[in-house]
């Protein structure tokens, strides 16, 4: 088992007038094979996590520590915390002109591990990734998330972590902009993984629909940049009849 250990985090973005403090002091603890929503109104600071832990240089973390299996996760290059195991589906993922999904997957799973993937292997492997969620094969030769729709990239975003197989995956916001089959097709993809490698998961979310398909076994709230409230997935079912208000009267 790996444990993933947030304490006490701080973290800023940089602005054009100076740094902004969104985290205000996050505590999370999650292992493997645990799924962990992460629930908030926008504005949060949900996101801030999610790229604070990934190494985005514009999140300036002030204080506080990430530990991966004792390891200063802080200290590590963006490269070394994906070596590492910690893996970033993107809200927003970017294009990469020039790079075929194929080439982009395999460099990615060559760097992870310090060797190439056994190609016969691994184009088999591609392949059945490929038919489960439901992408044509010309998929493969496309270059990275040029002119995909909203639905591709979050598919190709799954596609990613099931052929990486990282420790821990931070899934930002996956089911915005998904229809009802893509939601369940990508959904069905996270709990192959998390049943095939033991993964933690660190489900960001709005709403709960997503839950629907993907279980948690804790949920967080965030309210302004600090963890407001703990439980099960009884408080994801509380927020959806209720929503955030109550917690800004409680302000």
């Given at each position: 088992?790996?444990?993933?250990?947030?304490?006490?985090?701080?973290?800023?973005v940089n602005t054009d007038t100076g740094l902004k403090p969104i985290l205000n002091g996050i505590?999370?603890?999650?292992n493997t094979n645990e799924t962990h929503a992460i629930m908030g109104p926008n504005g949060s600071g949900k996101s801030t996590l999610?790229?604070?832990?990934?190494?985005?240089p514009k999140y300036e973390v002030t204080s506080g520590s990430v530990t991966l299996d004792g390891e200063d996760v802080l200290e590590m290059s963006v490269d070394?915390?994906?070596k590492a195991g910690l893996f970033l589906a993107m809200q927003y993922p970017v294009e990469v002109p020039g790079v075929t999904v194929t080439n982009f997957l395999r460099s990615a799973k060559t760097a992870i591990d310090g060797e190439a993937p056994k190609l016969r292997n691994w184009t088999k492997d591609l392949?059945?990734?490929?038919?489960?969620?439901r992408v044509d094969p010309a998929f493969a030769s496309r270059n990275v998330n040029e002119g995909f729709s909203g639905g591709e990239k979050k598919r190709h975003e799954i596609l990613q972590l099931e052929m990486l197989k990282p420790k821990f995956a931070v899934l930002d916001e996956t089911d915005s902009g998904l229809d009802v089959d893509a939601l369940r097709i990508v959904s069905?993809?996270?709990n192959r993984v998390k049943d095939a490698t033991d993964v933690g998961i660190m489900l960001i979310t709005h709403y709960t629909r997503i839950l629907n398909y993907i279980k948690?076994?804790?949920v967080h709230v965030i309210i302004e940049g600090k963890v407001a409230e703990e439980g099960g997935p009884e408080l994801a079912e509380r927020l959806e009849n209720e929503g955030y208000d109550r917690f800004f009267q409680k302000a």
């Open positions: 088992m790996s444990t993933l250990t947030i304490e006490d985090l701080h973290v800023g505590n999370l603890v999650i999610a790229y604070a832990l990934a190494g985005h070394e915390r994906a392949k059945q990734a490929m038919e489960n969620l069905e993809g996270v948690p076994d804790h």
